[in-house]
């Protein structure tokens, strides 16, 4: 049964490092555009492409969309030709899927004539794996000169509101308010710190209820917090460290939005045990 497990866990890990590979792979095609773009390097640029590649933008005129094609060969010369300055695509919000030997890039970008904010939109990049390598078979964009400052400060708006959102619930638990539970998702894990301590949402509420009934449930103010971003702009994570009854105290969680608002999926909050500590907390434990 060991050695079947072992076998299976191998097949995941093989798949789960493929897959990291590919994306590597994809993207490394996909930047070596903008790197082309910056340097005028045409080559470069043409090796990550199928020779049948094709280009699209979309162009928004007088209540009219259409999507306007182009030649990779007018893109190249386009590339290879004198610039005044710098043509620099930056993107944000990457997102890629794979499916076999077919792969999609979607991402925000913003584009700089040299340090001019020229025009911002969406970039979506098709692929193919083409005998072990991956090549572009099509671009569409779009372009828009309104709002662009706001891709880039976007991620450390969304940043700052998820800290707010965090220092509220924490608060609310602190000041014994059941919107506390309101923050958590349906669906939503909380693991506390002990071993028995974990519940979906409703069976927490249940639990902590007696808690809930006082002026203050529990008050735990962070010291300190990071916040990382997925490429789906619907999902982020944290960890964060917490000044409790217990001392210092270390947790992280998933947060995602539905329909607008963020939700806790997961939380799970840990007593930090000094290293040199350790071998007494673990006598303690032994002995109880």
């Known amino acids: 049964m060991r050695t079947f497990i072992k076998f299976l866990t191998l097949i995941f890990l093989s798949i789960h490092v493929s897959a990291q590979d590919h994306e590597t792979e994809i993207l490394k095609a996909v930047n070596s555009v903008f790197e082309g773009m910056r340097n005028q390097d045409s080559s470069l640029v043409r090796s990550v492409f199928k020779s049948d590649a094709i280009l699209f933008s979309i162009d928004e005129k007088d209540g009219k969309t259409d999507a306007v094609e182009s030649s990779l060969d007018d893109f190249l010369k386009a590339i290879g030709s004198k610039?005044?300055?710098v043509w620099d695509e930056r993107?944000?919000?990457t997102d890629v899927k794979i499916e076999g030997n077919f792969a999609m890039v979607w991402a925000d970008y913003i584009f700089y004539y040299g340090s001019e904010l020229y025009h911002c939109g969406v970039d979506l990049f098709q692929l193919v794996n083409d005998k072990g390598k991956w090549k572009i078979t099509q671009i569409t964009d779009t372009?828009?000169?309104e709002n662009c400052g706001s891709k880039i400060t976007n991620e450390d708006s969304v940043k700052?509101?998820?800290n707010t959102f965090m220092d509220e619930w924490h608060k609310n638990a602190a000041e014994a308010d059941t919107a506390y539970f309101e923050k958590i998702s349906p669906k939503g894990i909380y693991i506390g710190t002990d071993i028995t301590e974990l519940w979906v949402r409703d069976e927490f509420f249940t639990w902590a209820r007696k808690f809930f009934e006082r002026k203050s449930a529990w008050d735990f103010k962070a010291k300190?917090?990071?916040i990382y971003l997925s490429s789906?702009?619907?999902f982020a994570w944290f960890d964060e460290?917490?000044?409790t009854w217990m001392g210092d105290c270390r947790a992280s969680g998933v947060l995602k939005k539905y329909n607008g608002v963020w939700k806790i999926e997961h939380y799970q909050l840990s007593m930090a045990v000094p290293?040199?500590?350790?071998?007494e907390v673990i006598k303690i434990i032994n002995n109880k």
């Not at 290293?275 to 071998?279: L, M, S």
Request: glycine letters at 4%; aromatic letters at 8%; zero cysteines.
């Open 241 to 243: 460290v917490l000044d």
């Open 91 to 93: 993107l944000f919000y």
């Open 83 to 85: 610039h005044l300055k």
């Open 275 to 279: 290293n040199e500590k350790t071998q």
């Open 232 to 234: 789906d702009p619907g």
């Open 224 to 226: 300190n917090r990071n």
């Open 160 to 162: 700052k509101e998820l």
């Open 143 to 145: 372009r828009s000169k």
